[in-house]
């Protein structure tokens, strides 16, 4: 059963630490998207990557949060330095696009990384 | 530009009930439609979605939504609820080509016995 992993699930910092989330995707697909979910906000798309590169982080603050894919198994996003605004669970879903079938795949998230930063 | 409401924060139904959830989308071209469903402290969980073709779509869990072009909905039900569906239920539309979705604010249901 293929599912896309996340740590840590729980994390609990300071203000002003590093903090940095790793996503594995399902093995063979080619996107991954980093979501934020907070009562006030819902559901916010952070960035996204197709084939380990950057395609939107538009979604993302700049000065603070950065996004990156090593490889194709690992998706990482860090927090530097990190805010008490930044508690919130962060979610990694992947997906595959099949070229030429349209450009809407479906999404398999993972179970979040919950964010407290004090 | 495109986007999803669910117009019901929260509903609560009896065990055994019938449900429908709501949703209305705004999208100029003909939409990829999805529901999602988030069990406490879980991720996200595809239910079904819509791509073309039958307007009426099945989805895991006994779930199904139909897709009204005329009243720009993407609605879904379900016969018989279980206590076990209590969770929050999303509703998502492409934001444009390229893989990037637009969540509604979801719709929280509760099952009471």
């Known amino acids: 059963d293929a599912r896309v992993t996340q740590t840590p699930r729980h994390k609990v910092t300071e203000m002003g630490q590093e903090v940095t989330m790793r996503c594995q995707p399902i093995?063979?697909?080619?996107?991954v998207f980093w979501y934020r979910q907070t009562m006030m906000q819902g559901l916010e798309l952070l960035a996204y990557f197709r084939n380990r590169a950057p395609l939107d982080d538009s979604g993302m603050p700049k000065d603070r949060f950065s996004a990156e894919m090593p490889d194709a198994t690992l998706a990482t996003l860090k927090i530097q330095p990190s805010e008490p605004r930044d508690s919130a669970v962060y979610f990694c879903?992947?997906?595959?696009?099949?070229?030429?079938?349209?450009?809407?795949?479906?999404?398999?998230f993972g179970p979040g990384t919950r964010l407290l930063v004090l | 530009a495109q986007s999803v409401t669910q117009p019901d924060i929260h509903i609560t139904v009896s065990e055994g009930a019938s449900l429908e959830l709501r949703c209305n989308y705004s999208?100029?071209?003909?939409?990829?439609l999805f529901w999602y469903v988030q069990s406490p402290g879980q991720g996200l969980q595809l239910l079904l979605k819509?791509?073309?073709?039958?307007?009426l779509v099945q989805g895991i869990k006994g779930f199904e939504a139909e897709f009204k072009r005329s009243q720009s909905s993407f609605n879904l039900r379900k016969p018989s609820v279980h206590w076990s569906d209590a969770a929050e239920y999303f509703c998502a539309v492409p934001y444009n080509q390229g893989g990037k979705l637009i969540f509604g604010q979801g719709t929280e249901l509760s099952v009471k016995p």
């Open positions: 879903a992947s997906g595959y696009l099949l070229a030429g079938e349209g450009e809407e795949e479906t999404q398999y």
């Open positions: 093995l063979g697909h080619n996107t």
């Open positions: 819509y791509f073309s073709g039958d307007t």
């Open positions: 999208y100029g071209a003909t939409p990829y």
